[in-house]
């Protein structure tokens, strides 16, 4: 095993670091290319988003200079990057890829999208030929992990935006949101999301007020609502059992005594105000009232940061997948690596029968069939047998920690050579290849 | 030996009883399954307790024992339907104590008051129990659910981090589950004290509303009927319509307690 990995996420850098080394999706093709052509790399690829960007490799003898590499690919001196920096080799690197493929190492920890991402960056490495044998096996490896510590625990169960907290609280309240009306005031992008969300749940119909009346209308058409004249809010606001509001008027818009009005005219049933506007829309004395619920938007990154809490109980059970999985790979890995050896004992010792046999029939002339079949038969069995032993203890061997000794030991009693066999380190030289 | 399956009811109950404190504090759905089956145990013992009393002939209808075992039979019954209906054993926060409380007078053996006049219609009087019981196992089940209104309405208030993953049901549910129960709980009690007031009348030939059992009674009447009322009409919950419901619970105890010093409505030995 000699992978390496440096990178940068949002725990180890600041966002102005985070820019600087982000790489555009259209430039990936070429980093990864520049990566694969650097001294001392066999397979590299590249992971860039917005919370992360690291470089994993496969190097010719595991002390590649991925530093180095970042340095001149990025123009950055070293004081400005290397405080930053985490790089992680052999089982470390492959523990943290397994990690950050699980989405253990993101930020929300548990969320869906930073495996899409690595399965994109993987492609498209693949794609330029930057990624072969070893990387190939790596983050196959990687996928299946994240696979696993999703549907064997909750770490990625409960959801996380903003929007879907809103939902989720629309819920403690009203229970089923199945015939609910939302009101929108004010059209945003985030009002327009969340209220995408609350549809998805059931809401039966939506409200759209803004203070231009056109873009109500717009918006309300995207959802098959009504757009009400903003004049009309506080006569109507009553009619919405959640109301998502995000405008930009200076003051609160909605006071103790709108609350009072709404609730006198629905018999006191809940209302849910969604406040996503800084400054806030809805004002704190209109929260106080028995029957009205607010949100602001801090109290929603509350409420996501909590089910973030929730998420780090179950990433404590992914974690523990996570090493029994790095030491299964790592096995997997060894085994993988004495399999040359033996394909080469073998090829070696049938060249010998071959050559052997070819000795006889010149000395003894033509012979019968009976005479083949017997020489033949005679010459595997003994080569058979007398390889049996030193094939078992290779493979026992792969498993412990011994097999480079036994590797190097059976390579040099058999006078054994490959095409790397200049390659400094033995163990790794007999590594799988496409 | 009625009495003795009472008690094994009882020890189930007491399952529900921690669960109930438990759930104060911490989810727990394991817990919640265990107590669901320990009630459920209870009510089948406390069925054959009922049953054999019932068969053995020996029923005093109006006695300590036998009200209060049959007053926490039906609310264990109110409390099933609810979990039938809306799959939540949290009102058995409040409904447990209260089984358990009644469930522990009744299977404790002492000396009960006594039924002074004999009464002469025996119809009457066994339905004017029933019905009164009903009316108020409701009346227990809707006050728990005003409590648990409030503790829900708080946990949202205060949006704390555990609001989200809270053991309490949607705070619609629960008010539902309480308006539901009051609305059924009703039309028993109205019923219940008129038949009561049958008995009265054939026994005594007359309504004595100074009372105090009379008079406690029609008091928890009008605030039940005000609670009635003020939820229909204005749609009260929350904090008003759990002060109404505690109000109406005193009024309902008071109301029973003074079956000790009423001169007319007195408990026969069971």
């Known amino acids: 095993m000699r992978f390496q990995l440096i990178g940068v996420n949002h725990k180890s850098a600041p966002l102005e670091v985070r820019e600087r080394l982000a790489i555009p999706e259209s430039r990936l093709p070429d980093t990864c290319r520049d990566l694969r052509a650097y001294p001392g790399i066999e397979e590299g690829m590249v992971i860039s988003t917005c919370n992360r960007v690291e470089i994993v490799a496969h190097t010719t003898n595991g002390h590649a200079d991925l530093r180095g590499f970042l340095h001149q690919h990025f123009h950055l001196k070293p004081e400005e990057l290397d405080a930053h920096l985490y790089e992680f080799r052999e089982k470390d690197a492959v523990r943290h890829l397994f990690r950050v493929a699980s989405s253990l190492d993101s930020m929300v920890v548990g969320e869906a999208q930073i495996l899409g991402q690595v399965k994109e960056a993987y492609a498209t490495a693949r794609a330029v030929g930057a990624v072969r044998g070893q990387l190939d096996q790596l983050f196959s490896r990687a996928f299946a992990v994240a696979k696993r510590v999703r549907s064997e625990t909750a770490v990625g169960s409960s959801s996380v935006s903003i929007a879907s907290v809103a939902v989720e609280l629309a819920k403690k309240i009203f229970g089923t949101l199945e015939g609910k009306t939302v009101f929108i005031v004010g059209a945003g992008k985030m009002s327009e999301l969340a209220a995408r969300h609350l549809m998805a749940h059931g809401c039966a119909s939506i409200f759209v007020a803004n203070r231009t009346y056109e873009r109500a209308i717009g918006l309300a058409q995207k959802f098959n609502g009504q757009a009400i004249k903003f004049d009309d809010l506080y006569s109507t606001c009553d009619r919405a059992d959640i109301v998502i509001t995000s405008t930009g008027a200076p003051h609160a818009i909605f006071r103790r005594e709108h609350g009072e009005q709404f609730l006198a005219r629905r018999k006191n049933r809940p209302m849910f105000f969604i406040d996503i506007a800084v400054p806030r829309d809805v004002s704190p004395e209109m929260g106080k009232l028995d029957g009205i619920f607010t949100y602001d938007i801090d109290d929603l990154q509350q409420a996501v940061s909590s089910h973030v809490a929730d998420r780090r109980k179950e990433a404590e059970l992914a974690e523990a997948i996570i090493t029994s999985e790095v030491e299964r790979f790592e096995a997997r890995l060894q085994t993988l690596d004495v399999v040359p050896t033996i394909v080469s004992l073998q090829d070696h010792l049938e060249t010998i029968r071959q050559a052997e046999i070819d000795r006889v029939r010149g000395r003894m002339g033509q012979l019968t069939p009976e005479q083949e079949i017997a020489i033949e038969a005679l010459t595997r069995g003994i080569i058979n047998k007398v390889m049996h032993t030193p094939i078992t203890t290779l493979k026992t061997a792969a498993k412990e920690s011994e097999a480079t000794t036994v590797v190097d030991v059976v390579r040099r009693l058999f006078n054994l050579h490959d095409k790397d066999a200049a390659a400094p380190d033995k163990k790794n030289e007999v590594g799988t290849r496409p | ?270």
């Not at chain 2, 911490?26 to 089948?44: C, E, N, P, Q, W």
């Not at chain 2, 709980?185 to 009348?201: H, R």
């Not at chain 2, 109406?248 to 010093?261: D, I, K, R, S």
């Open chain 2, 1 to 270: 030996m009625s009495l003795l399956w009472l008690r094994f009811a009882l020890g189930c109950y007491f399952i529900g009883l921690v669960y109930a404190f438990v759930a104060l504090t911490r989810t727990s759905d394991l817990f919640s399954r265990i107590a669901l089956h320990a009630a459920s145990l209870g009510m089948v013992f406390h069925f054959v307790s009922l049953a054999e009393l019932f068969l053995s002939g020996q029923v005093v209808w109006a006695s300590v024992h036998n009200g209060e075992s049959l007053l926490a039979f039906l609310s264990m019954t109110f409390f099933m339907i609810i979990y039938a209906i809306y799959q939540t054993t949290s009102p058995g926060v409040v409904v447990f104590p209260v089984v358990f409380f009644l469930t522990f007078v009744g299977a404790v053996d002492q000396q009960p008051v006594l039924l002074t006049q004999f009464v002469s219609h025996k119809g009457w009087l066994i339905a004017h129990i029933i019905l009164i019981f009903t009316g108020y196992a409701a009346l227990v089940l809707s006050f728990g659910a005003s409590l648990l209104y409030l503790l829900q309405e708080r946990r949202l208030k205060a949006k704390k981090s555990t609001s989200l993953i809270s053991f309490l049901p949607a705070l619609e549910v629960i008010d539902q589950i309480g308006y539901r129960s009051l609305l059924l709980g009703f039309p028993f009690m109205t019923l219940g004290l008129i038949t009561g007031s049958i008995v009265a009348i054939t026994t005594y030939g007359r309504m004595d509303f100074l009372d105090p059992k009379i008079l406690l009674s029609l008091l928890m009447w009008a605030v039940y009927m005000i609670m009635v009322f003020t939820r229909w009409n204005s749609g009260w919950r929350g904090r008003r319509a759990a002060f109404l419901a505690t109000f109406a619970f005193v009024a309902a105890l008071a109301a029973w307690a003074a079956n000790y010093f009423s001169a007319i409505h007195r408990f026969a030995a069971s």
